[in-house]
């Protein structure tokens, strides 16, 4: 069983596009996290929600949209996308319980890629 | 405000020696500090953590790390590395009062030759 699952895998799209990327965990974690690594493998946490409420939003340009319509799903739409959005972004997800375990559990990414 | 400073950008080490990838970190408070390791278009594995006790901590694939509070860091080290060691290493840290966020390091690239 995956424990953090995204789709898609590879995403290759024009500029101006919107996009969506989801996210589902099966842990039972009440919080959800979207994270970017740049092209020099650089993470950045972009927002995370704690049982569907934000509750970290950095510096992210608001043509960047989470949703989490429950506590097991974080999904992440992007509009009129630009080249330098191009990333991979990794979804994770913890709880009070479990950071002190292992800290967050990492989907497998998403490659975005902005042509 | 929580940093992470991984001084190397790759370390290079001959298969069968020692290995360390360095990490220092900054943190109002008492940190849980982690490893994750991260192999070509893949996910992040957690490898080990700090979080108390004994400052010598052992994790996954045989790798260790030493927590050392007055020198605020947390080096990752093998005693004997392996080809299949290869990989991008992150060190992480987060504030043990919950709702903080995990912050890394810039990564390390870890190569083991044969």
């Known amino acids: 069983d995956t424990a953090v699952s995204q789709t898609p895998k590879y995403l290759v799209t024009q500029m101006g596009n919107d996009k969506s990327i989801k996210c589902e965990q099966n842990?039972?974690?009440?919080?959800m996290y979207w994270y970017k690594q740049d092209s020099k493998k650089f993470l950045k946490i972009m927002f995370s929600?704690?049982?569907?409420?934000?509750?970290i939003n950095e510096t992210v340009p608001n043509r960047f949209s989470p949703k989490s319509p429950d506590k097991a799903h974080l999904n992440l739409h992007i509009n009129s996308l630009e080249l330098g959005d191009s990333a991979v972004y990794f979804c994770?997800?913890?709880?009070?319980?479990?950071?002190?375990?292992?800290?967050?559990?990492f989907g497998s990414g998403t490659r975005l890629t902005v042509v | 405000a929580q940093s992470v400073a991984q001084p190397e950008d790759q370390v290079n080490v001959a298969e069968g020696n020692p290995l360390t990838v360095k990490c220092t970190y900054s943190?109002?408070?008492?940190?849980?500090l982690f490893w994750y390791v991260q192999y070509p278009n893949r996910g992040l594995q957690f490898l080990l953590k700090?979080?108390?006790?004994?400052?010598l901590v052992k994790g996954s694939y045989g790798f260790e790390a030493e927590f050392n509070k007055s020198q605020t860091s947390f080096h990752l080290k093998k005693p004997s590395a392996l080809v299949s060691d290869s990989a991008l290493y992150f060190c992480?840290?987060?504030?043990?009062?919950?709702?903080?966020?995990?912050?890394f390091g810039a990564g390390t690239i870890l190569r083991v030759k044969s």
């Open positions: 929600y704690n049982n569907k409420e934000l509750i």
């Open positions: 842990l039972g974690h009440d919080t």
């Open positions: 700090y979080i108390t006790g004994d400052n």
């Open positions: 943190v109002s408070g008492n940190p849980y």
């Open positions: 992480a840290v987060i504030p043990m009062e919950y709702g903080n966020k995990l912050v």
């Open positions: 994770a997800s913890s709880s009070i319980g479990t950071v002190a375990n292992y800290g967050y559990t």
